[in-house]
């Protein structure tokens, strides 16, 4: 069975949403582990240390480690809020962190949670949307006359030629998606009466803009 497609955010992006003279500076940041999503807080802490709150929540590890804090808010209005709508938007290795400068009104419980989750929103959209593909990578000995054909054909059919060394033979190595794997060692084995056998360097997730 192919793995999930998981989603994430493409690149860090801060946004400011005003709230009854409140400010909150929201920042969404790509994150793979906990130590990264830890630093990123840590930064923003350290950029805003006047603040009277900076509140969090991130998914990291693919999915598999979350965390929250209201920092001080009152519980459940401000951490919370911004998980559940990394985990709404179906996204993992982000962090999110929303910076408040009270503006001395009070907002109250349910105020606070549209606010946070509101900031958090807009710092999601901005931040993009990308996907993770499974990609194979295959090492591929060829001869010097075979090079740029097959260099062709891997292209051609939806493989991603990323070096070629060059010494007494050519060695390619190329990635491809890993549901289109399997046709392509057909198609070269096809193509070469059996000769051609790539050898398998394993799989990865590949981070890719979504439009």
């Known amino acids: 069975m192919a793995d999930p497609v998981l989603f994430t955010v493409w690149s860090p992006a801060e946004t400011v949403l005003t709230e009854k003279k409140s400010e909150f500076i929201a920042n969404a940041?790509?994150?793979?582990?906990?130590?990264?999503?830890?630093?990123?807080?840590?930064?923003?802490?350290?950029?805003?240390?006047?603040?009277?709150?900076?509140c969090f929540a991130y998914s990291a590890a693919f999915g598999q480690r979350t965390r929250q804090s209201d920092d001080g808010e009152p519980s459940g209005t401000?951490?919370?809020?911004?998980?559940?709508?990394?985990?709404?938007?179906?996204?993992?290795?982000?962090?999110?962190?929303?910076?408040?400068?009270?503006?001395?009104?009070?907002?109250?419980a349910p105020g606070l949670v549209r606010a946070y989750s509101a900031a958090a929103r807009d710092a999601l959209a901005a931040a993009g949307r990308a996907a993770y593909s499974a990609v194979a990578r295959y090492r591929l000995p060829l001869a010097y006359g075979e090079y740029e054909k097959i260099r062709t054909l891997i292209e051609k059919h939806g493989g991603e030629p990323e070096k070629a060394d060059f010494a007494e033979r050519v060695v390619l190595t190329y990635a491809v998606g890993e549901d289109g794997a399997p046709a392509l060692l057909s198609l070269l084995s096809e193509v070469s009466g059996g000769k051609l056998i790539p050898e398998p360097l394993g799989t990865e997730r590949v981070k890719r803009k979504l439009s």
């Open 29 to 54: 940041f790509p994150c793979e582990t906990e130590e990264d999503a830890a630093a990123l807080i840590a930064s923003v802490r350290e950029r805003h240390r006047d603040a009277r709150h900076v």
């Open 78 to 108: 401000a951490g919370v809020p911004i998980l559940n709508l990394i985990r709404q938007n179906g996204l993992c290795n982000v962090c999110v962190t929303v910076t408040r400068y009270f503006g001395g009104i009070l907002l109250g």
